[in-house]
């Protein structure tokens, strides 16, 4: 059975940083594209970055360029997403998700995060 769970959220004034993580089981993750997305309250899910199986290959949305970064951990089956320069509108559910870019896809119960001062 597929498992992600995601850690690391929490209340960051605008401007801090936080380091998400995601564990994953139950399928071959050093085989796997991985994802984050996010939902802020009232709208739909939004794909915010995503890496290959081995990790060379990054996409981020416009609105996280430059400011956030996912990497993995092969050999812990953990996924990362490096959030900085925190801005309000970051303020949302992250998940991680199986595949590089589909969010109709498994993820997991996600994690807030909230930017206020």
């Known amino acids: 059975e597929v498992q992600l769970v995601e850690s690391g959220g929490g209340l960051v004034q605008p401007g801090g940083s936080l380091r998400l993580s995601c564990a994953a089981s139950g399928f071959s993750f050093r085989y796997s594209a991985m994802s984050w997305v996010r939902q802020n309250s009232g709208k739909g899910l939004e794909w915010v970055s995503g890496?290959?199986?081995?990790?060379?290959?990054?996409r981020y949305a416009d609105s996280v360029k430059g400011r956030f970064t996912i990497s993995r951990d092969n050999a812990k089956n953990t996924l990362y997403l490096q959030l900085n320069s925190l801005k309000t509108e970051d303020t949302a559910m992250y998940y991680c998700a199986l595949g590089f870019k589909n969010l109709e896809s498994t993820r997991g119960q996600g994690t807030q995060v909230t930017v206020s001062s």
């Open positions: 890496i290959d199986s081995g990790g060379g290959i990054t």
